[in-house]
């Protein structure tokens, strides 16, 4: 029997986060009925994506080339480094063009309980990272958890050449206080800074 | 219908569940260690949001009927808590990872939660935090039914002697033993808690190889990294 090439690109949708069996259907249908060419684009995308990303060498960002745009970039700063959690979380930094610096990419955070170690994040390849480049300042952006927070101090105590600093937390813009939670107030109000009206 | 309880509770750990929900696992007060849902937890507008920390005395609603409970309410009262993460914040992820890995679901524990409380707060008034663990330690093996014989030497049944020297056998208590570095005197000190007087490493000895053992000779992963922090 000829297998059923329709239900077995629905199944292999429903692989994605948030996709249900229903909108699978209406993808699958939509890329074949409507949109063949989208479709193939899409298709040989998504397996040259998948044959050719990696991490990068240096900050093991997702990309297709041995160092990732942002490293590649000789207009940054090579000397301050942003660790952050996620993949995700560059783009996210990226897109408010604030930072001029470098990233290095942990692809998690240490859970003790889940047994996620050290080891398990790359810090020793961010240390040999700061020895390697003499970097200057580690600007750590990883969230504000639990296990963010160990994270964060776990690095801290091992980095003993260059300045630590922690983004900061608090109200967010056009927030009201009566409406933010009491730790998120609590935090806010010990990393107060100087108002600087220059 | 299904019913709604009411109770205290730590939160112990957390994991994603699906894009916006997280499945928490809590030590309560009347039920002991629970599963709960708590639905939409992630989403910035959740009325859980920025309440599910560790560490702090939680007020929670939830119900259900089936093992794993759905979280209705949530309510805590911040006051006299640092909110900030500190070293020794990696001493209380290493007794949460224990009580993870020992409680049993769903057993009441009272005894142990008013235990875990102190421990909170004698931390926070900055006690001497190696001792503090330890004693936490002891207690809860004591509370959990793990505790060992500080009475009598368990291989002749006589009264532990003040000046004779003895060796731990895990899971039961202490056996005479001419070599060995703890003394009777220490044994006595351990069982009334005065940790003070025993040698610190002997005692750090005992407690790990009791709760080694507790857990079927599986190591913690927070050990680990206490000892690449201390490096």
């Known amino acids: ?198 | 219908m299904s019913q709604s309880n009411s109770d205290e509770c730590f939160l112990l750990h957390q994991r994603s569940y699906g894009e916006t929900s997280l499945i928490i696992d809590v030590f309560t007060k009347k039920d002991g260690k629970i599963s709960l849902i708590a639905k939409g937890a992630k989403k910035p507008k959740s009325k859980f949001f920025g309440y599910l920390v560790p560490f702090h005395k939680l007020s929670i609603n939830y119900s259900g009927r089936s093992e794993l409970k759905t979280l209705t309410n949530i309510d805590r009262n911040l006051m006299h808590s640092k909110s900030t993460f500190n070293k020794t914040s990696y001493s209380l992820l290493y007794v949460n990872e224990l009580l993870i890995k020992l409680l049993p679901k769903n057993a009441q524990q009272e005894d142990l939660f008013l235990l875990y409380e102190k421990l909170l707060s004698d931390i926070n008034l900055n006690e001497n935090l190696e001792l503090t663990l330890r004693r936490f330690e002891l207690d809860m093996l004591d509370t959990m039914g793990y505790g060992f014989d500080y009475e009598y030497d368990i291989n002749n049944n006589e009264p532990i002697d003040v000046d004779s020297s003895y060796r731990f056998v895990s899971e039961r208590g202490f056996r005479k033993s001419k070599n060995a570095t703890f003394l009777g005197k220490d044994i006595i000190n351990l069982k009334n808690r005065n940790l003070k007087d025993v040698p610190l490493k002997e005692l750090k000895e005992i407690t790990k190889k009791a709760i080694t053992f507790c857990l079927d000779g599986n190591d913690l992963a927070s050990r680990k990294i206490f000892k690449a922090m201390k490096k």
């Open chain 1, 1 to 198: 029997m000829n297998k059923d090439l329709l239900l077995e690109l629905i199944n292999a949708l429903t692989i994605l986060p948030g996709v249900g069996k229903k909108s699978a259907q209406r993808m699958a249908l939509y890329l074949l009925d409507k949109n063949k060419d989208g479709a193939r684009i899409l298709a040989n995308t998504l397996a040259d994506a998948v044959d050719n990303i990696q991490r990068c060498s240096s900050c093991r960002m997702l990309t297709s080339n041995e160092v990732c745009s942002v490293c590649d970039d000789n207009s940054r700063d090579d000397l301050s480094i942003c660790v952050v959690e996620n993949p995700s979380d560059v783009l996210a930094i990226e897109s408010t063009g604030g930072y001029r610096g470098k990233y290095f990419v942990l692809m998690g955070r240490l859970s003790p309980i889940d047994g996620i170690g050290p080891e398990d994040i790359g810090i020793d390849d961010l240390l040999k990272l700061i020895e390697s480049k003499s970097v200057k300042e580690i600007i750590l952006a990883t969230s504000s958890t639990v296990e963010g927070d160990a994270t964060a101090i776990y690095i801290k105590d091992h980095v003993k050449t260059a300045k630590v600093s922690r983004i900061s937390y608090g109200i967010p813009i056009g927030g009201e206080l009566e409406y933010v939670d009491g730790t998120t107030i609590a935090r806010a109000i010990e990393g107060r800074i100087e108002v600087n009206v220059d």
